[in-house]
């Protein structure tokens, strides 16, 4: 098993096709992971770091040792927290959508669909009122136990049965919410794509329609910044579109880019990137703004 670790590590990075554009810097906040995937700030600045191989969640605070928030984990990858500040995780291994209650105690959201079981949650975001919308692709071995016959997007509402949003034949990946809620992103990754779906009060959504027709590499993490722009992690590269899809810049990363997490008071883009966690400095975050 590999030991993770704290680290600083200041790397040049740019936005391509701008032979004006000032370069910039990201920093590695933390290295020795197996494969590092999603993540999420807590309320205290804390990182939770994901790490399915290694069926861990980890907790990263500057200055202090890296900590192991959860293990086993059910191969967790996608995290969020819901409205009462609850741990949502989409267990891949364990292919079921879970919460941690307050007392601590496990809560099974979703594991069967039409009476099969999931593929293998990878992604998810949650709504106001706690609608949580995840994607549920087979990837690696999860393909020979595969009994749904497709890979699909869900939609758990508060109160309701699980609904499939979308039935693809494309792997869906990453997944964000607009800033206004109205409009969801979703990733593919064998069509290299991004679509978008409107959303409704009720939490239904609907429309599906390709919104980014390509991106640079395979898309993986998703999520949207402050300013309603979208930010994927495609291949070593961390991509910002506008929120009609236009590409706006292109930031390199020194691995290819796994996921991702957006500070919700400071902006800051945290990147998962296989073995690594790097965090955009100032600069890359100013040239999200279009």
Known sequence: MKR?????????????????????????V??????????LIE???????????????????????IAVARKPSGGAAGLAFDSKGRLVICETQSRRLVRIQDDSTLSVLAEQFEGKPLNGPNDLAIRSGDHIYFTDP???SARQRQQLPFHGVFHLPPKGPLAAIYRSDSRPTGIALSPDERTLYVAFADER?????????SGAASNPRVLIAKTGGVPLGLRT???????VAAGESLEIHSPKGA?????RIPDRAVNLAVHPGTGEIYVAARTAVY????????????
């Open 4 to 28: 993770a670790a704290l680290g600083l590590l200041f790397a040049s990075v740019f936005c391509a096709g701008q032979e004006s554009a000032p370069q910039h810097q990201i920093l590695r």
């Open 30 to 39: 933390a290295s020795g992971f197996r494969y590092a995937d999603g993540l």
């Open 43 to 65: 309320s205290a600045g804390a990182l939770l770091v994901a790490d399915p191989p290694e069926d861990r969640i980890l907790r990263l605070l500057p200055g202090r040792p």
């Open 138 to 140: 087979a990837f690696g």
């Open 193 to 201: 794509l991004v679509r978008a779906f409107d959303v409704s009060r």
């Open 225 to 231: 910044a402050r300013d309603g722009n979208l930010l």
């Open 247 to 251: 590409l706006l810049h292109t930031i």
């Open 279 to 290: 965090l955009i400095s100032r600069g890359a975050r100013e040239a999200s703004e279009p």
